[in-house]
């Protein structure tokens, strides 16, 4: 069992790293259309506003794993050459995708949550309504969005999982080669990407939880 | 005639909705059978979440610790790894004397991944209870679980009612991962008029949309139980 476990180690961690790899490039750029997103949603721009709104329900409505396939094959199958990409670049872009709804609800309800007064009473001073928001309202709203992010980055790695589906080598795809190799370690080659998985989250999900001690939680429906 | 109208062709081209007709049966019974499958999982789901919970706010240290590693290890690890251990180590259990088959090891792997999210849930609601009603229960002479089953739990519940609701459509979509171990459902019949047809468009559209459905069909339900709710408790 050992040399089952030192044979397959390298090739789990390998797939480790390209899950945090994934993971992280993933949080930047989720957590970025998620900002935007969620920035008009919380000002109610007219018709933006309303669009964007159906964009979240359309993806918090479907699994995951639909929007994969959907953007795995059915993007490149309508022949726009700039959609023809790789399984990699299909995977990043579903999760970020995945990723942006919860952010963007995450924003709106951190910007909805500071008290209206205090617009007011920056817009009462004089500031327009840019001021307002860069100097008042998002200061105190990002901080209120720290601990949310934290849950989010443990649901993004957790669904990076899902992405071995279509090729990637990232850590449960490196398992399922492993317990290809050695079937009669199935349970020991899933167990310990269990425990890589286990190693990579808990700790941020326990920063999470000392972080909602200090900056307080916001409500959040996830 | 048709190829009078282009328009009609690409419309074809894209999402043949022929074929979409040709396989509505094996979309109903997937939609059927996801609906099957998360229902049970809600179930078993509910019942070990509510153990958990109670666990969790246990006097002895023992309790409360089994249940705190029960939900940390779930919510640090996915559901996908959850669900082929569950379905490759359960039956290496000597207290079963078979397999277990797909759709058993599908269901229990799901139901003990929402199990720790709706424990968190419950857990809430039941901490949210004012203390005085748990002192009134216990001077009337109620045992701890009379004051858990007739006083704290009904109203706990009542209370988390809307995140409970949120918890279950992440099931509904989380049990679309039971098909990696062969469960037929909704994610499933795409899959299958994927490998039949090859036309993805079909296949992932057409799933979507069963999932829409559901989904819509649930917030409907949840904005009802919250008016009903929100009459009888709020």
Redesign the interface.
Known sequence: MFDVIRSTMPFLVQGLWITIQISFIVIVIGSLIGFAVGMVRAEKIPVLSLVLGGYIHVLRGTPFLVHLYVVYFLLPATKVSWLQFEAFTGAIIALSLYTSTYVAEIVRAAIEAVPRGQTEAARSVGMTKLQCLRHIVLPQAVKMMIPPMGGIYVIIIKGTSIVSVIGIAELVRAGEHAAQRHPSFLLVIYGLVALMYFLYCYPILRLTRWAESKLGKVDVSL | MAECIPTMDWILD?YNYRVVAQYLPEFGRGIVSTMGISLVALVLSLVIGTLSALMSLSARAVLRNIAGGYI??I????????I??IY??LP?LPLLDRRLTELEGGIIALGLNAGAFMSEIIRAGIVSIERGQIEGAMSVGMTYLQRMRHIILPQAIARVV??LL?QS??LI??S??V??IGVFEL?GA?LTV?NERLM??E???T??AG??A???LMSVFSSYAQRKLGGAYA
């Open positions: 894209f940390s290890v919510r640090s690890t996915p559901l996908l790894i959850q082929y251990l490759f180590a290496a809307p995140p949120g459509a992440v979509k989380d679309s991962l098909s990696f994610f795409g994927l993805p468009n296949a992932f559209l799933v979507a999932y829409l559901i989904y819509f």
